[in-house]
């Protein structure tokens, strides 16, 4: 089945703990990004990578950082979690041709920090 | 810059009513433009999508009309049904074909009765 995981689903974490969230896809999608949604704001990208060793920044990256070391991860780190970034994100991925730019999500990591 | 405004939720129907939920949206250029949909403790799902002025996207009964003249792409059912109820976002594709970054309303909920 085609599809994007996320781990963990649920965190609680305290302030300046360092974490990671994983992302994996294993549709062959060169296109991976990470998003956040918080209440009245929708959806905000935070950063996106084009391929393996391609990342770039989105609206929102402070207080994060990613890799892309291989094509199907794309791992999102908070080396040091304030209570701003207790937040619902979303992993996201699609090809990198076409103009249609259709993405497909994860289910979602719930993070709070304390 | 790019934004997609929707309408406040949330939104409340009985089974077997019409549904409408409005989007318009600030873009440059011909964005393409997308309805997702968020269950209960669920990722986003693509629900139905249009590249062009004009298009109509579809999906399980739900339909939206891309409208470059009101720059405006309304979500319609005609009978919704109880299984309905979720989380909808209205999205545009940006213009930066190297971000791709998905530009989202803030969502709005709606609650099917029986």
């Known amino acids: 089945e085609a599809q994007v995981t996320q781990n963990p689903r649920y965190l609680i974490t305290v302030t300046g703990k360092k974490l990671t969230v994983t992302c994996s896809q294993n549709?062959?999608?060169?296109?991976m990004s990470w998003y956040r949604q918080d209440p009245g704001l929708g959806l905000r990208q935070i950063y996106y990578?084009?391929?393996?060793?391609?990342?770039d920044k989105g609206d929102v990256p402070e207080g994060y950082k990613v890799s892309r070391k291989e094509k199907r991860n794309f791992p999102l780190i908070l080396e040091s979690p304030s209570p701003n970034q207790t937040s619902l994100y979303f992993c996201?991925?699609?090809?990198?041709?076409?103009?249609?730019?259709?993405?497909?999500f994860g289910p979602g990591t719930r993070l709070t920090v304390t | 810059g790019d934004s997609v405004t929707q309408m406040e939720g949330p939104v409340t129907l009985s089974e077997e009513a019409f549904l409408t939920i409005n989007c318009t949206y600030t873009?440059?250029?011909?964005?393409?433009l997308f309805w997702y949909v968020q269950y209960p403790g669920e990722g986003l799902q693509l629900l139905l999508k249009?590249?062009?002025?004009?298009d109509k996207g579809s999906n399980k009964g739900f339909e939206a009309t891309y409208r470059k003249e009101t720059t405006s792409f309304h979500l319609e059912k005609g009978s919704v049904q109880v299984s309905d109820s979720a989380v909808y976002f209205c999205?545009?594709?940006?213009?930066?074909?190297?971000?791709?970054?998905?530009?989202f309303g803030s969502g709005t909920r709606l609650q099917v009765q029986p």
């Open positions: 549709m062959n999608h060169e296109y």
């Open positions: 249009a590249t062009k002025a004009d």
């Open positions: 996201a991925s699609s090809v990198s041709t076409g103009a249609n730019y259709e993405q497909y």
């Open positions: 873009a440059t250029g011909y964005p393409s």
């Open positions: 990578s084009m391929n393996v060793e391609v990342t």
């Open positions: 999205a545009l594709s940006g213009t930066d074909t190297g971000r791709r970054a998905l530009t």
